[in-house]
């Protein structure tokens, strides 16, 4: 019995103690994983903040760009550990990449950004005069500064918001706007089927002066109007009338906060007229260009095109093809003409420019198409017709979309072309590398 009983207590002890080594084991494993999680989260952690930290300070600081692409280590004393940062730049993309190493373990996350330039903040800026009209459509936002009211009608469609910062609005005919409308220092007319907004986004409407709808409009949302509001028409949201306290955006104060670009004084004058096919990076100028049924070609890969010239005209189904992701930057100093089936074609993604201070006129007519084109010409009259196709921005004197003119503002501008201009940055990418 005794020995049967001693048998029984060394497999009881051999049993406690393989289940105090399991356990031990379990727990050391489970220690591990715990201490192996929680360097995890610091490496990732501690990747993120100085992302985050470095990105808002180059945000703060956006001349400081340049001279910090490359490699650089970061100096953490609260962290055992590596960090490095990599600031890269392609076209007009940044790519700020932070690295952190802790232990072996490793975590990259990226940044990819661009600078956003307030200058090209909106799709259309008509600081005297805008005439929209016969099914012609802009997708993105329109800025109106002239005195006159701006008369809306003929099936024209804004697909974006609407500032009128000194005249009345008025909308018919069927014209239509899907986003907020703004009517800062006057009143707002609605009739003829007209419409603002869309039962699935409703908009917001803030007018300084009365609003008057007859005739069968429709507003889809809320109206706020420092005076009477008359309702012949049908309003979807709430009307909050005579109010004295409306809060109204307060864009960019063109040109004041964007003085017309001057000429820089390394551009060759305009003299002769284009003669070969290519133009490569550098400056050059020409008194004239012509490009009558060719194709003129734009090679920015290596650097930035200048170009200053007196004239520049494309038409009989001509061609501009900017190839690479710099910029063709162009100063106008009487007339551009894009018209029968013209193309500015940048299929690489590069930008295209156009900028002046004298009282130039560009046109865009009869089907051509233009991609990526920005201009800058506070003294210029730009005139769209017969079904041109257009993506990009314009700030002039006086701009003219008629006749089937479509017209997108694409989402990002990436230079500056006037020295006043204040600068954004918006995030493309964000996460793991």
Same mark, same amino acid.
């Given at each position: ?15 406690? +103690? ?13 220690? /591990? ?16 903040? &100085? ?9 703060? !600081? ?35 990449? *932070? ?8 975590? &990259?996350?990226?940044?990819?950004? /661009? ?29 109106? /500064? ?14 974006? @918001? ?15 706007? +899907? ?5 800062? @220092? ?8 007209? *419409? ?18 007859? !005739? ?61 096919? &290519?133009?490569?990076?550098? +400056?050059?100028?020409?008194?004239? $260009? ?23 005209? %494309?038409? !009989?189904?001509?061609?501009?093809? %900017? /190839?690479?992701?710099? !910029? ?7 007339? $551009? ?22 009282? %130039? ?32 921005? $314009? ?10 003119? $479509? ?5 990002? %501008? ?20």
């Amino acid at each position: 019995m005794k020995g049967s009983a001693l048998v029984i207590t060394l497999m009881t002890m051999i049993l406690m +103690t393989s289940i105090l080594l399991v356990t031990l084991s379990v727990y050391e494993k489970v220690e /591990r994983d715990y201490i192996t999680e929680l360097k995890k989260i610091m490496v990732f952690n501690v990747t993120r903040s &100085t992302l985050e930290t470095v990105y808002e300070y180059l945000k703060a !600081n956006p001349d400081k760009l340049q001279s910090y692409l490359g490699e650089f280590q970061a100096e953490l004393k609260e962290f055992p550990g590596t960090v490095k940062l990599v600031l890269s730049k392609e076209g007009d993309e940044y790519k700020l990449t *932070c690295t952190s190493v802790l232990d072996g373990f490793t975590d &990259t996350q990226a940044i990819v950004f /661009r600078k956003r330039s307030a200058l090209f903040s909106y799709a259309v800026v008509a600081l005297e005069k805008l005439n929209l009209s016969n099914n012609a459509k802009i997708h993105g936002n329109v800025l109106y /500064r002239g005195e006159d009211d701006l008369s809306v009608s003929n099936n024209f469609v804004l697909e974006g @918001n609407l500032i009128v910062e000194k005249a009345g609005l008025v909308l018919s005919e069927n014209a239509t706007i +899907t986003g907020n409308v703004e009517v800062q @220092n006057s009143n707002l007319t609605m009739s003829n089927n007209s *419409c603002i907004g869309s039962p699935d986004k409703p908009s917001i409407v803030k007018v300084k002066g009365n609003v008057a709808l007859n !005739n069968n409009p429709i507003l889809y949302g809320d109206v706020y109007a420092g005076g009477n509001v008359e309702n012949s028409g049908t309003i979807s949201g709430q009307i909050f009338a005579n109010q004295d306290d409306i809060t109204f955006s307060n864009p960019p104060d063109f040109p004041q906060d964007f003085p017309p670009p001057e000429i820089p004084d390394d551009l060759p004058p305009p003299s002769g007229k284009l003669e070969d096919r &290519t133009l490569t990076s550098g +400056t050059h100028g020409y008194s004239a $260009v012509n490009v009558q049924g060719g194709k003129l070609t734009v090679n920015t890969s290596n650097g930035d095109v200048i170009l200053r010239v007196g004239g520049l005209y %494309v038409d !009989n189904n001509g061609i501009i093809e %900017v /190839r690479g992701k710099g !910029n063709f930057v162009i100063y106008v100093d009487q007339e $551009v003409t894009f018209s029968n089936n013209a193309e500015l074609k940048t299929p690489d993604g590069g930008k295209v420019f156009i900028v002046s201070d004298k009282n %130039v006129d560009i046109s865009f007519s009869n089907n051509s198409s233009i991609e990526n084109l920005y201009i800058y010409a506070p003294r210029a009259k730009v005139n769209f017709s017969n079904n041109a196709r257009f993506t990009g921005s $314009v700030v002039a004197r006086d701009v003219t979309l008629p006749n089937n003119v $479509v017209f997108v503002e694409p989402q990002s %501008v990436p230079i500056e072309v006037s020295e006043g201009s204040s600068t954004d940055f918006e995030i493309i990418k964000w996460g793991k590398d």
